[in-house]
């Protein structure tokens, strides 16, 4: 499918960049008016591709979450989920409590909140209610109960798919913005995603340039993510949805073809997409 991904060369060009500095520091600058268009075109089409994704990633965790709480000797869904409550400060209890009961009303949770009272809650029904932050907190309590260091590297990301989450479903622009802003510091990252990342050919310079942005690295470890977590038989249509994102990427491919910036992270995330998600 690589093929698909290539921004062909020739074509309309236009002399294109990133700003450097300032408050556009990192966007995308010297672009007309077309060229923004389709950019806009291109964002929804992938956060549109991205949500399904994390939604995914989401619930396959929660159900491997569940299957580890009863299957795990000495441990039951009421207790741990009543010491992790009790591990929570003032303020992270009260936030929890408080997101339980604005579902008291809603027409398809609220039984649940009805019919279980906080402190009588099981940790299947919690994770039926809680908001995808509240589940990955939950999930590095368990990590750490049980001392599992993968699970620890799991829940970091679940965190930074779960930012994806809240910008593609908020519409939020993921395009624009995926060069490195002059200085940006190298984000860290867990070792696994690091090695998994050079099995696929990702070269250590590579890693360095492209992993510091955000938004890129967010991408990277939701694919990631979604390799480890979700079965490939739940994982029906994914690679077609991708190959509709591909045309949609290409269709104006030779107008980006000067810009380094675009090429270079859309064929990042490409091989990313190709090899976790295909």
């Known amino acids: 499918m690589r093929q698909l991904w290539r921004l062909r060369p020739g074509g309309r060009r236009r002399a294109s960049h990133t700003s450097a500095g300032g408050p556009r520091d990192g966007q995308y600058a010297g672009l007309d008016f077309g060229h923004l268009v389709d950019l806009a075109a291109i964002d929804r089409e992938l956060r549109g591709f991205l949500l399904p994704l994390t939604l995914d990633v989401e619930n396959s965790a929660k159900t491997r979450l569940i299957e580890r709480i009863t299957e795990k000797p000495g441990e039951d869904g009421y207790s741990i989920l009543s010491d992790y409550l009790a591990a929570l400060n003032h303020g992270d209890r009260n936030r929890r409590e408080g997101?339980?009961?604005r579902l008291r009303n809603d027409a398809y949770l609220?039984?649940?909140v009805s019919r279980y009272p906080i402190g009588e809650m099981p940790a299947w029904v919690f994770l039926e209610l809680s908001s995808f932050g509240a589940f990955a907190?939950?999930?590095l309590f368990c990590a750490n109960r049980w001392g599992d260091s993968g699970m620890r590297d799991e829940h970091y990301m679940l965190r930074r798919a779960n930012s994806l989450r809240n910008a593609a479903a908020h519409s939020s622009a993921i395009v624009n913005g995926l060069g490195s802003p002059l200085g940006a510091p190298q984000l860290r990252y867990p070792a696994?995603?690091?090695a998994a990342l050079g099995e696929i050919g990702m070269s250590k310079r590579?890693?360095?340039?492209k992993m510091r942005n955000p938004r890129i690295l967010q991408m990277a470890?939701?694919?990631y993510a979604y390799s480890r977590f979700v079965p490939r038989e739940k994982a029906e249509g994914t690679p077609e949805r991708l190959?509709?994102?591909a045309d949609r990427s290409k269709l104006h491919g030779d107008w980006y073809a000067s810009n380094t910036v675009i090429t270079s992270s859309h064929d990042f995330?490409?091989?990313v997409f190709e090899a976790w998600l295909e």
């Open 221 to 223: 470890v939701l694919a």
């Open 206 to 209: 590579l890693r360095r340039s």
């Open 137 to 139: 907190d939950f999930y």
């Open 269 to 271: 995330i490409a091989r």
């Open 110 to 112: 609220g039984p649940f």
């Open 192 to 194: 696994s995603l690091a």
């Open 99 to 101: 997101e339980l009961r």
């Open 243 to 245: 190959l509709a994102l």
